[in-house]
């Protein structure tokens, strides 16, 4: 069904189910920002009491129009529509996101409002539609009221040190243990095989299998060790794959220059990657964990030089 086929009374019906459904996605966003971001919540919850205003005066003016039974046409019947996102497939929406998703809304809704203004011929319902669409417009412009009320009033920047925390929690610190434990606790098998045996190939093998097999371990580990419910550390297989991967990563970094069969040409450059990757880590601790820079610098290189030495002794041994 093309949009320019609708007659009125489908035209108000599909504008009743639009309310309804983005009065209910707004109310979920509402629900899922309510315990972390309150002010983001507060301001879906008057979107949403807008949409169900804008429905019940579509419904009376249809009932009084068309009589008791309203269609079931909804915007994936229409072609040219913009289909929703269904907000329950949304587990982690940071409260920026749901405000630009808010915004795309607005002017969606206005649009159709406009369109269907101009292709109706009933006064009542030309009317309404105009004043809808001319109301969605003033949605965008009270949005951005009540962003500018609750940023004077410092509710933005809470929730965004909030969102920053949630991230750090969920994310970095992870990451940043997988990164730490696939960067260093592999260093001794790595080049304990590299110096016993001189063999490039054979040492990649085991560098190979010490990431894999601790990227598993700590994955496993970090899903296990919390719910993520009481401390707010988010979901723990999320967190478990970040925490696997970064492991990985951080194992593989230094493997890879063994695929080089010139063993001395290979070790130097694995040395290279590994001081780079307790650069980046100390850059983390520094950014994220607002550990000094030196400090962090020092604990990460003194653990790795130490697990290095226990790898070269073994191996050379």
């Known amino acids: 069904?093309?949009?320019?086929?609708?007659?009125?009374?489908?035209?108000?019906?599909?504008?009743?189910?639009?309310?309804?459904?983005?009065?209910?996605?707004?109310?979920?966003?509402?629900?899922?920002?309510?315990a972390d971001f309150p002010a983001t919540a507060e301001l879906f919850t008057r979107m949403a009491d807008e949409e169900s205003g804008h429905r019940h005066r579509l419904l009376d003016?249809?009932?009084?129009?068309?009589g008791e039974h309203v269609p079931l046409i909804r915007r994936q019947d229409v072609e040219g529509f913009?289909?929703?996102?269904?907000?329950w497939l949304t587990t982690s929406l940071r409260p920026e996101k749901a405000r630009e998703e808010a915004a795309i809304m607005e002017q969606d809704a206005r649009r159709f409002y406009e369109a269907s203004a101009q292709k109706a011929t009933d006064a009542a319902v030309?009317?309404?539609?105009?004043?809808?669409?001319?109301?969605?417009?003033?949605?965008?412009?009270?949005?951005?009221?009540?962003?500018?009320?609750?940023t004077q009033a410092g509710e933005v920047e809470q929730e965004h040190e909030t969102a920053k925390r949630m991230f750090v929690l969920r994310f970095v610190q992870p990451g940043l243990?997988?990164?730490?434990?696939?960067?260093?606790?592999?260093?001794?098998?790595?080049?304990?095989?590299?110096?016993?045996?001189?063999?490039?190939?054979?040492?990649?093998?085991?560098?190979?299998?010490?990431?894999v097999g601790a990227g598993i371990s700590m994955g496993f580990a970090e899903a296990l060790s919390d719910d993520g419910k009481l401390s707010g550390r988010g979901h723990p297989w999320l967190r478990g794959t970040v925490c696997g991967l970064m492991t990985t990563l951080g194992g593989i970094g230094h493997t890879l220059p063994y695929l080089i069969h010139n063993f001395h040409l290979?070790?130097?450059i694995a040395i290279a990657v590994v001081v780079v990757e307790l650069a980046v880590i100390s850059w983390i601790r520094y950014r994220y964990m607002d550990?000094?820079?030196?400090?962090?610098?020092?604990?990460?290189?003194?653990?790795?030089?130490?697990?290095?030495?226990?790898?070269?002794?073994i191996g050379a041994g």
Do not use: C
């Open 61 to 66: 003016l249809y009932q009084k129009k068309f």
């Open 177 to 211: 243990a997988g990164l730490m434990d696939g960067s260093v606790s592999t260093l001794a098998p790595l080049f304990a095989a590299a110096f016993a045996t001189g063999n490039t190939g054979e040492t990649f093998k085991v560098g190979l299998a010490a990431s």
């Open 82 to 87: 913009n289909i929703r996102r269904p907000s």
């Open 291 to 313: 550990t000094p820079f030196l400090s962090a610098s020092f604990q990460v290189i003194v653990g790795g030089v130490l697990v290095f030495l226990a790898g070269w002794l």
């Open 1 to 34: 069904m093309h949009f320019r086929d609708l007659n009125e009374a489908q035209i108000l019906a599909l504008a009743i189910t639009s309310e309804e459904e983005d009065g209910r996605i707004y109310r979920d966003f509402a629900e899922g920002l309510r």
């Open 126 to 150: 030309r009317q309404l539609l105009g004043d809808l669409a001319n109301e969605e417009l003033k949605h965008e412009a009270t949005a951005e009221s009540v962003n500018a009320e609750q």
């Open 266 to 268: 290979a070790t130097s």
